[in-house]
């Protein structure tokens, strides 16, 4: 009698059917990580070229990239509980709560971290180690604030944007004191507008990935593992900051000759160069804010061809993102023309494109539109950051970054604020856009609304007729 399969059946083949998948898991487990070990050091030797490694930029570059992944967590994070977790109405009263909240007071804040940063620019490697530790604290205060305190306006008003505020300020203030050491690390051969460029390329690409992962975690661990994990990145930026070159630090005490008034320097004691690429920035900023708002919060309401709205609302991540890699690299090239033709060109093209958007509303314009504004205003910051590094002096430098990144945020939060309050109609919302960045652009070309006096009304005094 022939034996039955099962009988006549080896067990050892069984276990050879599971060791084969076993080694082919840990193969491929080994295979994935070579090749990260060979990816990581061909960016480490990316970094390092140039003389970045030995004059100590390669290290801040290094810096840069752990804290955008840890901001990329809190941007998850805060994106899920109050966006993308209830109903769009809900949700604009949400995002309004968290502009007035959160950004509002940043400008009151924001003015005292450049006098404050001034003073102690000789420890520029330990403000930026510790607005990475404040910021670990404010993510797992986040995290708790999400995962377990219930979501009431007064609960979120008490705990969440309070959290919110001091990561904005803690950022802000590692962008100023970051900002003012740069010139300090830039070896020789490198110029500005390339050191800005690595460092904004990075500030770029590390969010996406990270910001990736968050979003997994989150759905598999949820959000107290999320942002333990950046926390994890913050702390471990801290580190790298704290080993810094002291070249970082400031020079010796060289009085400026630029007044000042309370330590913080005057939008109009910048100079001319100053004064124009801010304006450019500024606007840019502005329509940053209000394309992330009101473009996010249209395509929920008016899916683009059919789409659904997270597939709408990631083709407006994608456009961003690939405009922002997109000027990172023009910038890297052209911004060291910051002056009245780069922001005319600039500005030019973005007028277009928002009235492109305006007149055919569709998968086209509106990722045409997200690509040309955040390249346009990707080549705009670098163009804003080389010229105040090259025109300042570095005993004021910070407080002139921070005015500067105080325009900008102010004009981000009134872009957003209009965008929010505007009707979801694309007409209406991208052609009051072409408006806003028209007006910037004749300010680039020199129009000017007419005083009402003027040098020859000066001179001759009224008639008694009059």
Not at 438 to 450: D, V
């Amino acid at each position: 009698m022939a034996p039955r399969p099962s009988e006549s059946a080896d067990p050892a083949d069984s276990g050879k059917g599971e060791d084969s998948v076993g080694t082919a898991f840990w193969g491929l487990a080994k295979a994935l990580g070579r090749g990260s070990v060979r990816t990581a050091r061909r960016l480490r030797r990316w970094n390092e070229r140039d003389g970045a490694g030995a004059s100590g930029l390669a290290a801040l570059v290094e810096t840069h990239a752990l804290q955008s992944a840890g901001d990329a967590t809190i941007t998850v994070a805060l994106a899920g509980s109050l966006f993308f977790s209830v109903p769009s109405g809900e949700a604009r009263s949400r995002v309004a709560l968290y502009l007035l909240i959160t950004m509002a007071p940043f400008a009151v804040v924001a003015p005292v971290l450049g006098p404050l940063l001034d003073r102690f620019r000789h420890g520029r490697r330990t403000a930026l180690a510790v607005t990475m530790i404040a910021r670990a604290i404010l993510a797992l205060t986040i995290g708790h604030a999400i995962g377990h305190v219930k979501h009431t306006s007064i609960a979120e008003a008490l705990t969440l944007y309070p959290a919110a505020l001091g990561v904005l300020v803690s950022g802000k203030a590692y962008n100023i004191a970051r900002s003012a050491a740069v010139p300090r690390l830039v070896p020789e051969g490198m110029t500005l507008v390339h050191a800005n460029s690595r460092m904004t390329l990075v500030g770029v690409i590390v969010p996406g990935i990270a910001g990736s992962i968050a979003v997994a975690v989150v759905k598999t661990l949820g959000h107290d593992t999320e942002l333990f994990l950046g926390a994890v990145f913050y702390v471990m930026a801290a580190v790298v900051a704290a080993r810094l070159p002291r070249g970082a630090d400031g020079g010796a005490d060289v009085p400026s000759e630029r007044p000042t008034h309370g330590g913080l320097v005057r939008l109009g004691q910048m100079g001319a160069p100053v004064r124009a690429a801010l304006q450019t920035a500024a606007a840019f900023k502005w329509l940053a804010g209000f394309l992330l708002l009101f473009g996010a919060f249209v395509v929920r309401v008016h899916p683009i061809g059919g789409l659904s709205p997270n597939v709408c609302l990631a083709e407006l991540a994608v456009g961003i993102g690939v405009g922002n890699v997109i000027g990172v690299v023009l910038g890297s090239r052209v911004a060291q023309a910051a002056g009245t033709r780069l922001s005319v060109v600039l500005l030019g093209v973005t007028v277009a494109v928002c009235g492109y958007a305006a007149s055919a509303f569709g998968v086209l314009s509106v990722f045409a539109l997200a690509t040309v504004s955040s390249a346009a205003a990707a080549v705009a910051k670098l163009a804003l950051d080389s010229t105040i590094q090259r025109t300042i002096a570095e005993d004021v430098r910070t407080s002139t970054f921070a005015r500067s990144e105080t325009t900008l945020q102010l004009s981000w939060v009134v872009g957003g604020g209009i965008g929010i309050v505007l009707p979801t109609r694309p007409g209406i919302g991208f052609a009051i856009a072409a408006v806003v960045m028209g007006a910037a652009l004749a300010a680039a070309l020199g129009f000017r609304p007419r005083r009402s006096s003027g040098p020859s009304t000066a001179a001759s005094p009224p008639t008694g007729n009059s």
